[in-house]
């Protein structure tokens, strides 16, 4: 859900009224539906379970599509979970319809962010969770061993790790591990090189693909107008959340 900004909300809201009122417009072809006479585009208004995190949050998905013979009031071409739940209409989720709406230039949003258990259980381990977060200044070396021991791991354990995650995801580049500045560089290179090459984790990541039901993971992307059925960035950053000197540790993928 793109609840970070006005625009951003300006941007779902028109994207359903133009599906609703232009039953002939060419981002119907994109989403593949030829008889698209009983569909209509719904503006996502709700949070839902992660099965990730098991926490009620903000989906991927932006806008979906649902199937009904029922008589929908349409406010202005638009429709959201709120009016179809008012109106007791009985639809069906029209499932791999999920759009994410970006907003145009935007790049403050997140694709992901990942507390120390769901990083586990994205990456079957902890120490390359606390390597992205470590510190790298001198005078802040001892706050490592303070996040170390808040992943539930040692430097002992991190260097391991990132050895045998190396052969087992053919990591091709030299590991650099003498100093926690290298530790941290090469365990984000790392996980980049996990994320681009294992797509059950790019999926959850960048689609939210085991963490939601269908449609509320995503398929499509709508960005400046255009509906594109490729959801993944060509680039994006893997950085520590803002609340580490807080105690509050997650790593953040976001462009």
């Known amino acids: 859900m793109n609840k970070g900004t006005a625009q951003g909300t300006i941007e779902e809201i028109e994207l359903v009224k133009e599906l609703n009122k232009n039953k002939q417009s060419i981002l119907w072809e994109i989403l593949e539906?030829?008889?698209n006479s009983n569909l209509f585009a719904v503006r996502c208004s709700s949070q839902k379970l992660s099965q990730i995190s098991k926490n009620i949050v903000a989906p991927k998905t932006d806008v979906f599509i649902i199937k009904t013979n029922d008589i929908v009031e349409l406010d202005d071409y638009f429709l959201d979970e709120n009016m179809?739940?008012?109106q007791k209409i009985s639809f069906e989720y029209v499932l791999n319809s999920g759009i994410s709406?970006?907003?145009k230039s935007s790049t403050s949003f997140t694709y992901q962010k990942m507390t120390r258990e769901t990083f586990f259980k994205v990456f079957g381990n902890y120490e390359l969770g606390c390597a992205i977060e470590y510190y790298t200044s001198?005078?802040?070396?001892?706050?490592?061993?303070?996040l170390e021991k808040a992943w539930n791991t040692n430097k002992v354990k991190i260097l391991e790790v990132i050895k045998d995650l190396k052969f087992q995801y053919?990591?091709?580049?030299?590991?650099?591990?003498s100093s926690d500045k290298e530790i941290k560089q090469t365990a984000i290179s790392l996980t980049k090189h996990i994320i681009d090459n294992k797509k059950e984790i790019s999926d959850f990541i960048f689609r939210g693909v085991?963490?939601?039901e269908n449609p509320f993971f995503v398929d499509f992307l709508y960005k400046e107008e255009e509906l594109l059925k490729n959801c993944?960035?060509?680039?994006?950053s893997i950085t520590t959340g803002s609340g580490r000197s807080k105690g509050d540790y997650t790593v953040v993928i976001k462009p």
């Open 33 to 35: 539906f030829t008889d």
């Open 84 to 86: 179809i739940e008012n």
């Open 101 to 103: 709406v970006k907003e």
């Open 138 to 146: 001198e005078k802040d070396k001892d706050k490592n061993v303070i």
């Open 170 to 177: 053919n990591y091709d580049k030299e590991l650099k591990l």
């Open 210 to 212: 085991g963490a939601f």
């Open 232 to 236: 993944y960035p060509s680039k994006y």
